[in-house]
């Protein structure tokens, strides 16, 4: 099937008498007639649903057509996105590792590398998206275990060079670990580019109409772990598990299956069935939304280009973009429908713009229907110094507009009024 095909079938297909649509277990429990079949499914002998914390029928449907979205072997839904990042790393990582991630990512996530994931004993490497290979490499320690990025960063709009980060990571036998949250699977899958495993915050365009916290790990199920040798964790017995040696019972699968295992047994952050239910719904629609919202951002950035009081725009759809080529490469269906850009008279004028906004709201949220603004430097980037916002790309004057799926007549006209008044 074809992706469009995908967003609607994929994942869940009913039998006679059943519901056409995922229907809602929303149910902690599931009921054995036996201690050995509830037994055999504790030893991960056996596949089956006995607490949702670890699966549930609605988020086993949702994770299926994800998987398939993606082309992964497998997926796993967690309660919220910086869960789904913190668990891809805690997978393979633990106190005295360090890895690699580029600076240009949201906020959060190099609030959580940085900070969080620092107090654990497990070192943030921050490295430049337009470093050369050659710097790239003089950045791995023997300890790093794994390269993360993000496809499309959040809010600086850096493409990553997928390939370029790829072979970093295989050239020194860690995996490469991508978070696709703004194109989605529709408009680029990361694994054919040579990602390992790919993170989303299922919040935002997947899910489409903020109503539902989520996230997902897809497992593409090509790192040879066996191979590394550098994960034992994969490749010897787990004692919590009477043995089971990952590699070995769940081939391609181990990586999803031991984050399910463990991590998800230990940390508990497994998503509501009814916010599962609600994803399936949103994901219905993305191949229609993704290419609004893409359509809407190209004509918004042009026209912003093209004002005189906007001072730059940041976008990788336009030509001008110092990444256009990237994304020609990448995201050749469209660069997603976020835009960064600055009016001049810095932080006082995008102030002013943002507040005299009529249509575009106010919004922490961003990739959803409805068109929204947001201040990083003084919200998602607050916490961060004056050198790390530079790092990110995120500048004192920059507002993050995401493109909703409007008539984008009115969405220029919204922004038209407002710069008038700067």
């Known amino acids: 099937m074809k992706i469009e095909t995908k967003c609607v079938q994929s994942g869940y297909t009913p039998k006679d008498g059943e519901p056409r649509v995922v229907p809602i277990a929303q149910s902690t429990t599931y009921k054995y007639e036996s201690t050995s079949a509830m037994g055999d499914l504790f030893d991960l002998k056996k596949e089956g649903f006995f607490y949702t914390r670890l699966a549930n029928p609605t988020a086993d449907a949702v994770e299926k057509k994800i998987a398939d979205l993606e082309g992964g072997v497998g997926a796993m839904l967690t309660s919220a996105g910086q869960a789904a990042s913190l668990i891809s790393i805690l997978n393979i990582c633990h106190s005295g590792d360090s890895f690699i991630s580029t600076t240009t990512i949201y906020g959060g996530t190099f609030n959580l590398f940085g900070v969080t994931l620092k107090k654990l004993g497990i070192e943030a490497i921050f490295v430049d998206p337009d470093a050369s290979p050659e710097e790239l490499q003089a950045a791995v320690k023997p300890n790093t275990k794994l390269v993360f990025g993000e496809t499309l960063a959040n809010p ?19 995996p490469l670990i991508i978070d696709n949250t703004f194109p989605t699977p ?3 899958r ?14 935002k365009y997947m899910d489409g109409h903020a109503v539902s916290l989520g996230g997902v790990i897809v497992d593409s199920g090509n790192f040879d772990w066996a191979a590394s040798g550098k994960f034992p964790e994969m490749t010897t017995p787990d004692d919590s598990y009477h043995g089971v040696v990952y590699t070995e019972n769940f081939g391609k699968a181990a990586f999803i299956t031991k ?46 280009e093209e004002n005189e009081k906007i001072a730059w725009v940041s976008y990788p759809g336009l030509p001008s973009s110092p990444d256009y080529e990237l994304a020609k490469k990448y995201l050749p269906k469209g660069a997603s429908g976020v835009i960064a850009f600055g009016p001049k008279g810095g932080r006082e004028a ?28 003084s919200s998602t980037h607050h916490q961060l110094t004056d050198e790390q916002l530079k790092e990110c790309g995120v500048l004192p004057e920059l507002i993050r507009m995401s493109v909703g799926i409007e008539n984008v007549d009115d969405i220029i006209a919204d922004l038209q009024q407002a710069i008038d008044l700067i």
Request: hydrophobic share 50%; charged share 20%; net charge neutral.
């Open 350 to 377: 995008s102030v002013k713009l943002m507040d005299s906004l009529k249509l575009a709201n106010i919004v922490c949220h961003v990739a959803d229907a409805r068109t929204g603004v947001l201040h990083p430097a």
């Open 190 to 203: 990361p694994i054919e580019f040579g990602a390992d495993i790919v993170v989303h915050s299922t919040s």
């Open 156 to 174: 600086a709009l850096k493409v990553l060079d997928l390939e370029k980060f790829a072979a970093l990571a295989h050239n020194n036998g860690i």
């Open 186 to 188: 529709y408009l680029c």
């Open 259 to 304: 984050a399910r295992a463990q991590l998800m047994r230990d940390l508990g952050s497994a998503p509501a069935p009814m916010n599962c239910f609600l994803l399936n719904l949103g994901l219905e629609t993305l191949h229609l939304r993704m290419e609004r919202h893409s359509e809407n951002a190209l004509k918004v950035a042009k026209y912003l």
